[in-house]
């Protein structure tokens, strides 16, 4: 099995095979918590995509972020903790963000694409095996898809190393990434939208037994994340 490593939106283009497009804080952290809730999530690159939608479907709920803060309208931001303590049984949830849905929405070129995070790390792994890949292509979407961060970085390298079947120790990652710029956030009390809950949910590696792939195109030509595995 070949192993590509690609950044950002134009690394989710060049993506080819199976696509991971990775997003620990907190993109992707949130898609396996709201679908594991019970949610049907369709993402999104656009937030005017999601205001139409909500329109069209008034029952739907929003989801999303820019620049780590929820979006005027949304019933959440990008938050974890908020969507795991919603009752999400049965309900579509339309999900923007900052990085990852625009990574996840702009690799076209992959055969299949799903979503990365620490979460469901070995899931990935054991679904791409499955699957006799010939090529991984791991999308790094970064701080707002435009710099490299020490949480996708470290979701990368772990996803490497347990595809060329080696061994990656977890027992340290919420100490590396406690000190990472891009978890700062989830310490500062001003920081409402950004609680220090997600940093729990978003380091806690392999809790989740799935893998979310991006759909083919409804009646509508939206996407939803398919849950496959337990």
């Known amino acids: ?3 590509s490593v690609h950044d950002f939106v134009d690394g989710a283009r060049e993506a080819r095979g199976l696509a991971i497009v990775i997003d620990v804080f907190r993109a992707f952290s949130l ?4 679908v594991a809730g019970g949610a049907r999530v369709i993402p999104v ?3 005017d995509t999601a205001l139409e939608l909500r329109r069209r479907h008034p029952d739907w709920l929003l989801a999303g972020e820019r ?4 979006l005027q309208g ?15 049984a049965g309900r579509t949830l339309v999900h923007t963000t900052h990085a990852g849905t625009q990574g996840l929405t702009r690799a076209t070129g992959a055969d299949e694409v799903l979503t990365g995070s620490l979460v469901n790390a070995a899931a990935l792994v054991r679904y791409a095996r499955s699957r006799g890949v010939g090529h991984v292509s791991l999308v790094r979407m970064g701080h707002e898809a435009r710099e ?3 949480e996708d970085d470290l ?14 120790p977890v027992g340290g990652v919420r100490e590396r990434l406690r000190v990472a710029p891009a978890a700062a956030k989830f310490f500062d009390p ?11 949910r978003c380091t806690a590696v392999d809790r989740f037994d799935f893998v979310l792939r991006l759909g083919p195109p409804d009646a509508e030509g939206l996407r939803a994340l398919e849950r496959l595995g337990a």
Do not use: K
Not at 31 to 34: K, L, Q, S
């Open 31 to 34: 898609a396996c918590y709201a």
């Open 190 to 200: 001003v920081a409402s939208w950004a609680p220090e809950g997600d940093f729990e």
């Open 67 to 70: 620049h780590a803060r929820q």
């Open 148 to 150: 490299r961060c020490a």
């Open 1 to 3: 099995m070949e192993v």
């Open 45 to 47: 690159a656009a937030i």
């Open 74 to 88: 949304f019933d959440f931001g990008n938050s974890p903790t908020q969507v795991e303590s919603a009752d999400l």
């Open 155 to 168: 979701c990368a390298e772990l996803l490497a190393e347990r595809l060329a079947g080696r061994d990656y």
